[in-house]
């Protein structure tokens, strides 16, 4: 594929860092994050480092293949390559486009239900978040490289924020010192704690470092950023999340962290103050678009790649004559969470169960890609590999028992197992049914008939 105009030494390290952690950063993942941190007290310390682990394990994996085929199918053309086209087109829809239906339409919702409550009446509903996704996809229709620049802006503006919110508060600075003479603390959230419990919500925060590698094509030294990218990205969004659930432990109560609607508000009112809200408003949309920018910026490439497959419509493998972006793939996917809010009715409670569920089908999709490559090694041990996942298979087998353990305990209460996993089965059924139809009927090929040509082809 072309590089966009002006993009002749591809993107760069820092560029990189920032896509991988774009989803990280978005509002749903601090809300879990600061849920998790009520629930378990303490102990939220413990499942972000099992979390983290298996992520890391995650992020190998994806390494690995990426650099063997630097293409813009991301995983579909890793799992084409070693397990066949169902498992191709069952892992995308699966892992990125059911949590872009769901995911991103509560990502919207939240961020106009924050900018609803600071400047009410300025936007008609939903208009704040409308208005949003239109800048987003203007952004990516403009160019790869456009893209990477914004993204790397709003995933800065999160880190700082982050950060800085964790150590004043923990410090004891701005208005954080009133709060914590208050009787807030630490001490009262270390009661009943459970760590396996909340390793689900502490995992939702950190999954997402994958959506760089459909980029390896456009990267300036991909062999070298690739990997460095998603391990440091990962490590430093740990880091900040921590300092972040610590601070929020000093200032707010149990029950605050685990029953607001805005948590993430109401840290930051306690932090800096009642003037804060508007600055948090623009933090709102800040979080929130890193996480759709990113979803924008690869989940196109990857059906641009399907359709040259032809695992898809071939549709999705028009591009733009100036900018050579996958523009159809690109409003469709922009499409996706206006279905989700739709349906919903406006109210993210009313899809929390499939909010849940799309969560557990993006954990399958990685289950998957750790299959693809433990095929790929012991079928093509001699393959050109740029980056090979140390102590393998160890890692892969890790993260598919932990990962698998994670998705069958995913439900935060009793009441929501039935709802889950109805969804879920309900989701994952119909993606299996319509890709089987359509490799056979389409396509006419086997269902697991692997194209292991697709390896190689490392970009110069």
Known sequence: MDKPPGMKKGIGFFSLFCIAIGVIVGQSTIVSLLQAAGIAGWGFLGAMAIAYVLMLCNSATFAELALMMPRHGGLSAYCEASLGHFPAIFAVFAGYVVPALFGQAAELMLVDSVMAQLLPGAMPAMGWAVLLLAVLVILNYLGTDVFARTQTLLTVVMLVFLALTGIVAA??????????????????MAENVTVIGVVSLVLYSLIGTEFVTPLAEDAENPARDIPRAMFIGLTVVTIANALFCIGAGLLLSRETLTSAATPHLEYAVAVFGPMAKLVFGAIAITATASLVNTVLGALPQMLHGMAMSGQVFPVFKRLSARYRTPWVALLFVACLPLVGVAWS????????????????????????????????????????????????????????????????????????VAPIFTSLGTVLALIAVIGALWIKIFMNKGLFEANPALVGGMPK
Not at 171 to 188: D, E, I, Q, R, Y
Request: proline share 10%; hydrophobic share 55%; glycine share 12%.
């Open 345 to 416: 009715g406006g109210d993210v409670g009313k899809i929390l169960p499939l909010i849940i569920a799309a969560a557990s089908a993006w954990l399958i999709s990685y289950m998957i890609a750790h299959l693809a490559l433990i095929v790929l090694r012991l079928r093509m041990p001699d393959a050109p590999r740029p980056y090979r996942v140390p102590l393998f298979p160890l890692p892969q087998v890790i993260a598919i028992l932990g990962l698998g353990y994670v998705v069958v305990n995913s439900a935060p209460a009793p009441e929501l």
């Open 171 to 188: 410090t004891g600075g701005f208005h954080a010192g009133a709060a914590v003479a208050s009787g807030a603390g630490l001490a009262a």
